[in-house]
């Protein structure tokens, strides 16, 4: 659907839009209506993942229009603004986006998520050896010397518990080193916390919707194991002191930076640890 857009395709446009804007209507207000009844806390735990549903929605409305990301969606509906229905329907589209994302942000909140309360703390500069972590791999309490960089050590960490580390392994094929931080003590010393706002963000539930038309495939968790999906990562390097030199703390799932970027950092830190 390149180029000047024919009737038909105008067409189909309009149906897709009208069906996305149908079940992104549908969700959020199912999701208003259910977050009103009982506690939140009950909410968040029973009905929020309702939500996720966006996300063949997502991948059903590039798949009607035969592209396979959003930008390309934009592409081909800015073609078609010629048609008040259209343009309409866009402007629809993205005001349910910002009430999305502003229904998300009160429900951070009203309950208090980790992000926003470590937003006001100060990230650390050091990490310090006196943490207790479990090696993933062995189950057994890590030592200090695993954190400790000899030239560049690439380690995973997880706040999950050693069951779903393993599944993860598994499923991953990661070959890295991993440690487990079940009370999130490292990861509340980089500011990083829990947030409905910022995993179920109207945009990133859009973009896994690419994820589905692209064939593309997320690890995958045992029904049986807890785990948080809400809690945000990062990625961070550190000398051979401890000192943090480069600090990422995502702003969603998959905010991640480049590896040159990385790599950058760890070059520009060797230089000024060189006497």
């Given at each position: 659907?390149?180029?000047?857009?024919t009737?038909?395709?105008?067409?189909?446009?309009?149906?897709a839009?009208?069906?996305?804007?149908?079940?992104?209507?549908?969700?959020?207000?199912?999701?208003?209506?259910?977050s009103?009844?009982g506690?939140l806390?009950?909410?968040?735990?029973?009905?929020?993942?309702?939500?996720f549903?966006?996300?063949?929605?997502?991948?059903?409305?590039l798949?009607?229009?035969s592209?396979?990301?959003?930008?390309?969606?934009?592409?081909?509906?800015k073609?078609a603004y010629?048609?008040?229905?259209?343009?309409?329907?866009?402007?629809?589209?993205?005001?349910?986006g910002?009430?999305?994302?502003?229904?998300l942000?009160?429900?951070?909140?009203?309950?208090?998520?980790?992000?926003?309360?470590?937003?006001?703390?100060?990230?650390?500069v050091?990490?310090?050896?006196?943490?207790?972590?479990?090696?993933?791999?062995?189950g057994?309490?890590?030592n200090?010397?695993?954190?400790?960089?000899?030239?560049?050590?690439?380690?995973?960490?997880?706040?999950g518990c050693?069951?779903?580390?393993?599944?993860?392994l598994?499923?991953?094929g990661?070959k890295?080193?991993?440690?487990?931080d079940?009370?999130?003590?490292?990861?509340?010393?980089?500011?990083?916390?829990?947030?409905?706002?910022k995993?179920l963000?109207?945009n990133?539930?859009?973009?896994?919707?690419?994820?589905?038309?692209?064939?593309r495939?997320?690890?995958?968790?045992?029904?049986?194991?807890?785990?948080?999906?809400?809690q945000?990562?990062?990625?961070?390097v550190?000398?051979?002191?401890?000192?943090?030199?480069?600090?990422?703390?995502?702003k969603?799932?998959?905010?991640r930076p480049?590896?040159?970027?990385?790599l950058?950092?760890?070059?520009?830190?060797?230089?000024s640890s060189?006497?």
């Amino acid at each position: 659907m390149d180029g000047a857009v024919t009737p038909q395709e105008d067409d189909i446009l309009i149906n897709a839009l009208k069906d996305l804007v149908h079940v992104v209507q549908g969700l959020l207000e199912n999701a208003e209506k259910e977050s009103s009844k009982g506690s939140l806390e009950e909410f968040v735990s029973t009905k929020l993942g309702s939500l996720f549903g966006l996300i063949p929605a997502g991948a059903k409305f590039l798949n009607s229009l035969s592209v396979k990301r959003r930008s390309e969606a934009e592409d081909v509906w800015k073609n078609a603004y010629h048609r008040a229905e259209v343009r309409d329907l866009v402007e629809d589209l993205m005001q349910l986006g910002e009430k999305w994302d502003a229904f998300l942000e009160r429900l951070d909140e009203e309950l208090q998520m980790s992000d926003r309360l470590l937003a006001n703390s100060p990230q650390a500069v050091c990490l310090s050896g006196e943490m207790v972590l479990t090696d993933a791999r062995s189950g057994e309490i890590a030592n200090q010397g695993l954190l400790d960089a000899q030239s560049l050590r690439v380690l995973v960490v997880s706040s999950g518990c050693q069951e779903g580390a393993d599944y993860w392994l598994q499923d991953t094929g990661c070959k890295y080193d991993m440690l487990l931080d079940p009370e999130k003590k490292i990861y509340s010393a980089f500011g990083l916390g829990a947030s409905y706002a910022k995993v179920l963000k109207f945009n990133t539930m859009l973009e896994y919707g690419e994820y589905t038309v692209q064939q593309r495939t997320f690890p995958q968790a045992q029904p049986n194991i807890i785990k948080d999906i809400y809690q945000l990562g990062g990625d961070f390097v550190l000398d051979e002191g401890g000192k943090v030199i480069y600090s990422h703390p995502s702003k969603s799932p998959r905010d991640r930076p480049a590896v040159s970027e990385i790599l950058a950092a760890i070059v520009e830190g060797s230089h000024s640890s060189t006497p």
